[in-house]
């Protein structure tokens, strides 16, 4: 298990196949915590889907485990990565329900983030948020990302329809 970044609670590492029994199992007791803000893989054909998906060229993902037990907590990912003259990521995150609300996905952001500006190269993360989501929201605050704008339709979620969202941004060189 390679440990790529380690904070004082929480530690990220890339998922692997063998992951998909505990990380459905987490899942499963999740979905009602989750909707309807995101709908995570469900079965065994969406884990893998997920998993090639993640090559770590335009979309690279994170395990967030707990340091003591190395139970798998959440999910954080960097998705649609742009080089070049952009250098910017998607960032994207899910807490399991068991987990929630302990400080867990705050501190992985903060090593995510530490990831994508200093291994990286990165210049920028956007998080896109839908406006009632006040406890994303929050977190995003409390990582020092701060508001741009507003999307009217943004993205389909799930299948049901196009969602408003938030954008919210930080840079790099952004002061913590």
């Avoid at 499963?28 to 090639?52: M, N, Q, T, V």
Wanted: aromatic share 14%; glycine share 12%; with cysteine.
């Amino acid at each position: 298990m390679d440990r790529l970044r380690k904070g004082a609670h929480v530690f990220l590492r890339r998922p692997v196949a063998a992951d998909e029994d505990e990380f459905l199992a987490l899942m499963r007791r999740s979905l009602e915590f989750l909707a309807p803000w995101i709908y995570p893989p469900s079965d065994g054909e969406a884990f893998r889907d997920y998993l090639r998906g993640r090559d770590g060229e335009r979309d690279d993902g994170f395990f967030l485990c707990l340091n003591d037990t190395g139970e798998i907590a959440g999910v954080i990912n960097l998705n649609a990565i742009v080089r070049r003259w952009f250098q910017s990521a998607y960032l994207g995150y899910y807490m399991g329900a068991p987990f929630a609300g302990r400080g867990f996905m705050t501190e992985g952001i903060g090593l995510v983030m530490s990831f994508a500006f200093g291994d990286l190269g990165l210049h920028r993360l956007e998080a896109n948020i839908q406006p009632g989501n006040a406890a994303s929201i929050a977190l995003v605050r409390r990582c020092g990302f701060r508001k741009e704008g507003y999307s009217p339709r943004y993205l389909n979620v799930n299948g049901e329809g196009w969602k408003d969202h938030e954008r919210w941004a930080r840079l790099a060189d952004d002061e913590a």
